[in-house]
Structures are given as structure tokens and as C-alpha cells.
């Protein structure tokens, strides 16, 4: 049934444009049809309104999402079988078919984001038990984003998927339930808000999107203790009724349990780390895959609790465990050995070269490794195992040699502030009192503590490093390097294509994001580089490569001095925009979108008049996808449909770890919230994901499209770059292209007694 008597404006407006459009494009669609013996007048088929609505725009991507946007018709009851559409045998006007073709698209672009909730709806409306499982996926993601719900685990969240129920009421003033009632469901607000009414007080409160209410009640098996009424017409909420409720929420739970069952299976929970990887052990399928085992999660996130010091005796230790009869033993005692094996081997994978820089990991992975070779003797079976194994060891043992030029001083990538003022100490004559100090070109001063690690991946653009007294901190003062440039770089920019730019931006991106970052830096970031002792330079670089993009886009704007040609600087930045989404190139996409959303040239209106409509309607696009409501769900849902390799937009991955970090303890009572482990993991593995295929092939496709690409495009990116001053030390721009070594090389400025 309809959720409003009236449907809005624009939604019919909506339906009169699609009707218009099947009738021009696709009339044999509404025609009598036969089912059952029965004669059905002028109708449409769901399955032929799905298929013509995904070849009409690029913005329709998969059939669930045009099954939403058709519901939003049916909604408001602009699709039904009568007269709403006009449903007979009557066919547009030239003037309506006119107004459908040029209105189709951007009537498309409305319902493509307004379907996903329509869809939603759709879903929760279904009894639970017809819910499928993808249903259950789409009700968790979404309840993931809900205020009232961010303090329950992850386990809860899909529990309440299966048993939430769509409630709506039309019109405001409606009273859901009365104070004195019994408790009988527990409420989550979707849309709109309600008052909160007490005899004798009158509205006490009221609730909005996100709130819940009605809970107490039930927890406490009292009656209602106020009243709830509809504050505005078409409200929404989400229902737990109270058999489900106490199922799944009113439960006394021990902190000391370690396991939970949840899809026929045991789910850690907590516990202390030995135990959790014991049981991991134990459970362990050697035809298993480690990306959806929660063995991964735990090689990911190890270094948080247990470092590689614990961890390599405990291996060990499992890997010489045995019970039982001797046969029992011989059978235990392989399967033992073969699970160790291929978790030290996924281990070392995963962690690469960070392990050479423990020497208590290379030295077990030395021991291990002729330990293993023994084995193979007893055990023929581990003889595959140890070949892989020796590939991995061998690999783990290469020695990297480092470019000397450019150097002021010589320090390790991960060096501590410490180490650094340490190393310039004989340049000042003293280290005593000294600071490390980020200068920004706005004169804005950040004091690094002594414990600070990688440092010099963290600077601003345009930033410096100086060394200096605390006396003399005042006394700073920008190089006049740092201030920027004062002319753009346009007589370059007009020699290469949009094409040519994107491969230019693909071809830098896809070096740091495939080839640089390591999965493990995601961790570090989160739970800080002080607390792992690690480095996060690739990372740092990549997180700096945005801000690099988006004031890139800035200054050009900026210091374009003729309309004309600013509005062609404006053209070209949205066809780059639409060529990096095409390419799956996210983060250079919202970085060139937010360049572009930056008030400074939101100001330039003239140039923005100018800007032909099919061009605005593209940025009115790319605008409406960095949409932040619901926690960036537009984003989230076009990123999901995509297939990689993509590079996401890594500040908003970065954000989702540091929210799940913060919201949630590491150790509860001394034992590992293994739960949180997961769900960072989770993230980790969207990077996984994005990666699992790389660029090449169609960088090379791209490449024979560039038809103006030469040597003089690739010699003029660089003064277009410098258009923003993207003056680091040389060190930087040097290893850009490449992994980091393990020392650094940058120049500090410091500042001598006068």
C-alpha cells in the first residue's frame, strides 16, 4: 500500500516523465496481457520495467538498485494500475515527448538516489522469514549507520537484520502508544521525530532520526512510563517486538566467555590471546581460505596485542604439541604441524618486510624453517608445504640498497624525533633544548614530541621541517618557498587532453596505492605508530597525495586570470572527475570534487554561469555521490558495485577504523576484545579487495586512447603540479614511485644563533 494518500510533487512529476518515455521509446511495454486465464488491461512486467530502466542511464548499475527506484513510484502511489500514470490508451503530446527526453536523465539521477531507502523499505516490509540473505546484508549496513544502535556488536546488529519490523504511520498526531500501556515492542526511529508526553507534564521531549524509545518497558517489565506521539506526518520506525527483543538483547552476559554461537558456528568474542589462537588452531580447515577466516583477522591484528616476540614461542609451542595414542599423536601432531605452517606462511605474507626488522622474527623464521625441513623426513606430507615455505624465507632475506644523493642527514624512515635532533646535533654544536618543529606557509607552528616516529611523512603541503631552540621558537618564520606560486600553469595544462591527465594520475596513484602502501600501515595509523612502534610513510604519502590533488585544483582555479579560459580550466577539471570515476580512480575523484567545492571557487560565480548545463549536471552528479548523510551511503553503495581494481577514497576508510577504534576497547578485563580485531580487519580487507587486481592491462588500453599524449605532455606535468608548490625535499619526490627503504633522506632547516 501507499505510504502517503498524496504523492510529493517532484516523485509524480517522476512518473509522469518515465511514463512519457516508455510510451516514446518502448510502447509495446504497456499492453494486455494473459496470466492464469486472466485478461490484465494495459499493464507493465516488473522483470521488462527492470530491463528497460538499466539501458536508459549509467547511473542505474545493477537490478536491485532500479527494483528501488521503481518502488519509490509505488511508494507514493504514483505506479499502481489506475489512473495515476494515466494508464490507458492515450499517447503524449509532442510537448511531452519533448519534456521526457530532456528531463529522462536527470529524473533517473533523482530516483537512482532516493531508491536505495525505497529498497530498503521494500525489505523490511517481507515477513523475516522471507528475507534472503542479501536482504539481511542490505538491513545490517544500514543498521551500522543508526545513532541508537552504535554500542551493540556486530553479532547483535545482524541478530536484530532478521527480526526488525517496518512500521509507518501518515499523520502526525498520531499516538503510538499510551504511558500506563505494557510494553509489548521496542522502537527505533527511521524518519521524522516524536514528542514525549507525561500526564500532568506535557511534552518532556522530543526524539529524532536515529533515536529509539520504548525500551525500558521491556527491560524492567513495567508499564509504559510516557506517552508517544507523531510529531510529523509520514514518520517511519524500525520494530523489535518483545519475544525478539529479550532473545536477543536481554541477556546477562559474562565478560569472561569466550565464545558466542552465531550462524552455526563459533565466533571469538574475547579471551586472552593464547587462547584465541589456540582455538583458531583447532578449528582451522586446511582447505580454507584465509580472507574469510577469522585466522586472518587475527594475523592482521596481532601487533596490537601480542607482539612477534610472544607470538613466535607460542607458534613454536603449537607446533610441537601432541596427544593421545600414538597413532592419535602422529595424526594430531601433522595436522598440527600443516595448520602452523600455513598460518607462519600467511604471517609472513602479510607482514613482509617488517618482520627483518625484528631480529627475534628472523631468527624464528631461520629456526622454523630447518625445524620444518626435519619434520619432512618423518612426515613426507609437510614436503610441499616446506617448498613454499623456503620461497618465503628466501624472499624475506634480500637486502635493499639506498641512493645516497640528496642527503643532510641519514636517519631510519621509522626514526623517533629524538633520533632525528640527535643526528643534526653536531650542526647547532648542542642538542640541548632543542625542538622539531612542522612550519606551514601560513606561518602555523607544530612541536613534535620526542617520541613522535616518521615524521617527516606527516608534513602539510608546502610544509617544512626546522630545527631549533625553544628560545627561538617565535623567531620562525616561512621560506619564501613555501608561500606558493603566483601564476598558474595554463599555457601548460592546454597541451594535454583530460585523457592524458588521468593516465598521469592513474599512473602515480596506482604506484603508491597497488605497490607502496602496506596493509598493516592501516593498522598502525589507527591505533597510532607510537603504540606498534611501526612506520606508515606510504600511507602518510597517499593520505597527502589527496590534499596534493584538491589544492592543486584550487590554485589552478584561482589563478586563471581570463573568464574565458577559467571556464575552460572548469570543463576540463569536471572531464578529468568523470574519467577517474570511469576508471574506478575514487580518491583522485573526490579529491578533484572537493578542489572544485572549495568556497574559494564556489565564489567565482561568473564562471560558473558560463559553464555549459551538461557539465553542470555532471558536477550536480559527482556532488550528489560525496553526499555524507547516512555515512557517506551514497559512496558506499557505488563503490560496492564496482569491481576492482579500484582505489578508494582512503579518508573515508581511514575514518571508518579510527570511529570502530575509539568506540570500542581494546581489553575488557585483560582479555582481547577480539570482536573490535574484526571489524578493523574488515576494513583492511576492502583495501584487500580493491587490490586484488591491478591496473596494467588497462593503463595500456588507456595509453593508445591518450592520441596526444608525447614527451612534451609528460615533461609539462611537472611546473603543473609545481602550480600548487608541491615543493617537498627532493627525498620525497624520489621515492614516491617506489617502496620506502629503510632510511630516509631529507633536508632539515635549522636555525643558527644569531
Not at 601 to 626: A, D, G
Request: net charge neutral; with cysteine; charged share 25%.
Amino acid at each position: 500500500n501507499p505510504t502517503l494518500n498524496v504523492p510529493s510533487e517532484k516523485i509524480l512529476r517522476a512518473g509522469q516523465i518515465l511514463r512519457n518515455a516508455i510510451l516514446c521509446r518502448a510502447p509495446h511495454m504497456i499492453r494486455d496481457r494473459k496470466y492464469h486465464l486472466k485478461t490484465y488491461r494495459r499493464c507493465c512486467v516488473g522483470t521488462e520495467l527492470v530491463d528497460w530502466q538499466l539501458q536508459q542511464s549509467s547511473c542505474v548499475h545493477s537490478r536491485v538498485q532500479a527494483v528501488g527506484m521503481w518502488q519509490v513510484l509505488l511508494e507514493e502511489g504514483v505506479l499502481n494500475h489506475g489512473e495515476a500514470l494515466r494508464d490507458d490508451a492515450s499517447f503524449p503530446t509532442e510537448d511531452e515527448r519533448r519534456e521526457s527526453q530532456e528531463e529522462l536523465q536527470d529524473t533517473l539521477l533523482l530516483l537512482s538516489q532516493i531508491g536505495p531507502d525505497a529498497h530498503l523499505r521494500m525489505i523490511l516490509r517481507k515477513p523475516p522469514s522471507e528475507r534472503t540473505a542479501d536482504d539481511l546484508e542490505i538491513i545490517y549496513e544500514e543498521l551500522l549507520h543508526i545513532k541508537a544502535l552504535s554500542h551493540l556488536s556486530t553479532t547483535v546488529k545482524r541478530e536484530l537484520a532478521g527480526v526488525l519490523i517496518f512500521e509507518s504511520h501518515a499523520k502526525a498526531g498520531t499516538v503510538l502508544f499510551n504511558q500506563g500501556e505494557e510494553g509489548t515492542s521496542w522502537y527505533i526511529i527511521l524518519k521524522g521525530s516524536v514528542n514525549v508526553v507525561i500526564y500532568g507534564k506535557g511534552v518532556v521531549c522530543t526524539l529524532h532520526e536515529g533515536d529509539d524509545f520504548g525500551k525500558l518497558a521491556l527491560v524492567n517489565d513495567a508499564p509504559r512510563a510516557a506517552s508517544i506521539v507523531l510529531r510529523e506526518d509520514n514518520c517511519h520506525f524500525l520494530r523489535v517486538d518483545k519475544e525478539d527483543f529479550n532473545r536477543i538483547l536481554r541477556v546477562s552476559v559474562c565478560l569472561k566467555v569466550c565464545f558466542i554461537l552465531f550462524s552455526c558456528r563459533y565466533n571469538v568474542m574475547s579471551g586472552t590471546p593464547e587462547k584465541i589462537l589456540e582455538h583458531l588452531l583447532e578449528m582451522m580447515r586446511l582447505d580454507s581460505q584465509f580472507t574469510e577466516s577469522a585466522l586472518d583477522d587475527f594475523v592482521l591484528m596481532h601487533c596490537v596485542f601480542i607482539p612477534n616476540s610472544q607470538l613466535c614461542p607460542v607458534l613454536i609451542y603449537h607446533a610441537q604439541a601432541s596427544q593421545g595414542s600414538e597413532q592419535e599423536k602422529l595424526d594430531y601432531t601433522l595436522n598440527n604441524k600443516r595448520r602452523v605452517i600455513r598460518l607462519v606462511m600467511h604471517w609472513a605474507a602479510v607482514h613482509g618486510d617488517h618482520l627483518q626488522e625484528e631480529d627475534v622474527s628472523v631468527v624464528f623464521l631461520e629456526e622454523f624453517f630447518m625445524a620444518v625441513s626435519n619434520d619432512a623426513k618423518a612426515f613426507p606430507a609437510l614436503r610441499d608445504q616446506l617448498t613454499e615455505l623456503e620461497r618465503i624465507v628466501k624472499l624475506l632475506f634480500k637486502v635493499y640498497c639506498c641512493d645516497h644523493t640528496y642527503t643532510t642527514i641519514r636517519v631510519p624512515v621509522a626514526a623517533s624525533v629524538r633520533e632525528v635532533i640527535g643526528a643534526v646535533a653536531d650542526k647547532l654544536g648542542s642538542a640541548e633544548d632543542l625542538l622539531l618543529v612542522s612550519l606551514s606557509s601560513a606561518g602555523e607552528k607544530t612541536i613534535f614530541k620526542p617520541n613522535d616516529v616518521s615524521v617527516f611523512s606527516t608534513l602539510s603541503i608546502n610544509g617544512r621541517l626546522f630545527v631549533c631552540r625553544r628560545d627561538q621558537l617565535d623567531s620562525l618564520t616561512p621560506l619564501p618557498e613555501q608561500e606558493g606560486p603566483s601564476t598558474g600553469s595554463l599555457a601548460s595544462f592546454e597541451l594535454m587532453s583530460s585523457k592524458d591527465l588521468l593516465y598521469l594520475l592513474i599512473l602515480h596513484d596506482n604506484q603508491l596505492f597497488f605497490f607502496c602502501i602496506l596493509q598493516l600501515e592501516l593498522i598502525y595509523h589507527t591505533f597510532g605508530r607510537q603504540y606498534v612502534k611501526k612506520t606508515t610513510v606510504n600511507l602518510d604519502l597517499f593520505l597527502r597525495r589527496f590534499n596534493e590533488i584538491q589544492f592543486w585544483v584550487i590554485t589552478e582555479m584561482c589563478l586563471c586570470p581570463q573568464l574565458s579560459k577559467r571556464v575552460q580550466l572548469l570543463k576540463k577539471f569536471i572531464k578529468i572527475a568523470a574519467h577517474c570515476k570511469e576508471y574506478r580512480n575514487l580518491n583522485a575523484f573526490f579529491a578533484i570534487i572537493m578542489g572544485l567545492s572549495n568556497p574559494a571557487v564556489c565564489r567565482l560565480s561568473q564562471t560558473w554561469e558560463k559553464l555549459p548545463s551538461k557539465f553542470k549536471k555532471f558536477y550536480v552528479e559527482f556532488e550528489n555521490l560525496m553526499d555524507p548523510s547516512r555515512n557517506h551511503r551514497a559512496y558506499r553503495l557505488t563503490v560496492a558495485k564496482l569491481e576492482p581494481p579500484i582505489i578508494p577514497f582512503m579518508p573515508l576508510l581511514i575514518k571508518d577504523m579510527t570511529f570502530t577504534h575509539e568506540g570500542n576497547k581494546t581489553f575488557i578485563d585483560s582479555l582481547v576484545n577480539f570482536e573490535k580485531m574484526r571489524m578493523i580487519a574488515n576494513t583492511v580487507k576492502i583495501v584487500r579487495y580493491c587490490r586484488s587486481q591491478r591496473f596494467s592491462k588497462l593503463l595500456l588500453l588507456l595509453f593508445f586512447k591518450c592520441t596526444n599524449f608525447t614527451d612534451v605532455t609528460l615533461n609539462t606535468v611537472v611546473p603543473c603540479y609545481n602550480a600548487v608548490h608541491l615543493s617537498w625535499p627532493r627525498c620525497f619526490s624520489d621515492f614516491l614511485g617506489c617502496n620506502f627503504p629503510f632510511f630516509f633522506y631529507l633536508f632539515i632547516f635549522f636555525l643558527t644563533a644569531s
